[in-house]
């Protein structure tokens, strides 16, 4: 695999305080990667690092083999950000045709059009007066626009109704398939266990867990199978086995925790239980997340 994004030995201090402490990573070509960790953790610091808005206190950070400010980088690069801002007086479609102006190989116009939602009317509407949402579709097409090999976003789906927020993860999926490499930041973990091919978890600053959503969750997670079944019907004869962790019943349903949930489904048939409404759970992110964070401390 190419190597993209390589960080090593990353360190980021202000007024003695440390934002980003001794990480080290590699992203490759194709990857779609997802940041994720509570307020204060290190991820937009990391993010301004990549993107050469502020320089390491200690190591290195590498795009393509070169430094992130080299103008090589900056042209197969396109980011959205937390805070969107437009430029004045100049409409929508002015601005898309401005920066894609400054890349050698830009995304057609109609391509990016396409992908990302925008309307005849709002290409025509002064960027000042778009709304909240219109202004990030803008923001979302700027990323796109230089057709760039590595696109990195921050929090990209805050403020977004479902349809755009589909929409956008559409496009994500999209420019996967190519091959881009995607870097992205969220507080929306359904986003990152469905989207993602990799989590880099982050706490105070450093790196806890980095893997696929089934790796990061299968540390703490434990797969199980649920169903419903009447509370009268004895499950003592799946306690005799020694596949099952353990046996519980929440909002109606009994959870079968084991690490070989096919075995489960085995046992239920072969025990002949009258249960139905069978699902197969693998474990919740949100069960990793809070678990490898808790104890986080003060936002630096």
């Not at 990857?31 to 290190?42: F, Q, R, S, Y």
């Given at each position: 695999?190419?190597?993209?994004?390589?960080?090593?030995?990353?360190?980021?201090?202000?007024?003695?305080?440390?934002?980003?402490?001794?990480?080290?990573?590699?992203?490759?070509?194709?990857?779609?990667?997802?940041?994720?960790?509570?307020?204060?953790?290190?991820?937009t610091t990391t993010i301004s690092m990549i993107l050469g808005?502020?320089?390491?206190?200690?190591?290195?950070?590498?795009?393509?083999?070169?430094?992130?400010?080299?103008?090589?980088?900056?042209?197969?690069?396109?980011?959205?950000?937390?805070?969107?801002?437009?430029?004045?007086?100049?409409?929508?479609?002015?601005?898309?045709?401005?920066?894609?102006?400054?890349?050698?190989?830009?995304?057609?116009?109609?391509?990016?059009?396409?992908?990302?939602?925008?309307?005849?009317?709002?290409?025509?509407?002064?960027?000042?007066?778009?709304?909240?949402?219109?202004?990030?579709?803008?923001?979302?097409?700027?990323?796109?626009?230089?057709?760039?090999?590595?696109?990195?976003?921050?929090?990209?789906?805050?403020?977004?109704?479902?349809?755009?927020?589909?929409?956008?993860?559409?496009?994500?999926?999209?420019?996967?398939?190519?091959?881009?490499?995607?870097?992205?930041?969220?507080?929306?973990?359904?986003?990152?266990?469905?989207?993602?091919?990799?989590?880099?978890?982050?706490?105070?600053?450093?790196?806890?867990?980095?893997?696929?959503?089934?790796?990061?969750?299968?540390?703490?997670?434990?797969?199980?199978?649920?169903?419903?079944?009447d509370p009268e019907t004895s499950l003592e004869k799946l306690?005799?086995?020694?596949?099952?962790?353990?046996?519980?019943?929440?909002?109606?349903?009994?959870?079968?925790?084991?690490?070989?949930?096919?075995?489960?489904?085995?046992?239920?048939?072969?025990?002949?239980?009258?249960?139905?409404?069978?699902?197969?759970?693998?474990?919740?992110?949100?069960?990793?997340?809070?678990?490898?964070?808790?104890?986080?401390?003060?936002?630096?």
């Open positions: 695999m190419n190597e993209v994004l390589t960080l090593k030995n990353v360190t980021k201090s202000f007024h003695q305080k440390t934002a980003v402490d001794d990480i080290s990573f590699t992203i490759g070509k194709g990857e779609v990667v997802a940041i994720l960790g509570p307020n204060g953790a290190g991820k808005l502020f320089k390491p206190s200690a190591g290195e950070v590498r795009i393509f083999n070169h430094l992130p400010q080299e103008k090589q980088v900056r042209e197969k690069i396109g980011t959205m950000l937390q805070e969107v801002s437009v430029m004045p007086g100049l409409k929508v479609q002015e601005i898309l045709e401005l920066i894609r102006s400054y890349y050698p190989h830009p995304l057609p116009m109609s391509e990016l059009i396409s992908l990302t939602g925008l309307t005849g009317e709002e290409l025509k509407t002064r960027a000042e007066k778009l709304s909240g949402g219109q202004k990030r579709r803008l923001s979302f097409a700027l990323a796109l626009a230089g057709n760039p090999e590595l696109i990195i976003f921050d929090e990209p789906t805050v403020g977004m109704d479902i349809s755009s927020r589909s929409r956008f993860w559409q496009t994500v999926d999209s420019f996967a398939a190519q091959g881009k490499t995607i870097i992205f930041s969220t507080h929306y973990l359904q986003e990152a266990d469905d989207v993602a091919d990799r989590i880099l978890l982050f706490k105070d600053g450093t790196i806890v867990a980095d893997g696929t959503p089934a790796q990061i969750k299968s540390q703490i997670a434990k797969p199980s199978v649920s169903f419903i079944v306690y005799l086995h020694t596949e099952i962790d353990d046996i519980y019943r929440k909002n109606n349903r009994v959870y079968v925790q084991s690490s070989n949930t096919d075995r489960v489904l085995e046992l239920i048939f072969q025990e002949k239980l009258a249960v139905r409404d069978i699902q197969i759970e693998r474990g919740k992110l949100e069960e990793v997340y809070e678990e490898l964070t808790r104890g986080t401390k003060e936002a630096v």
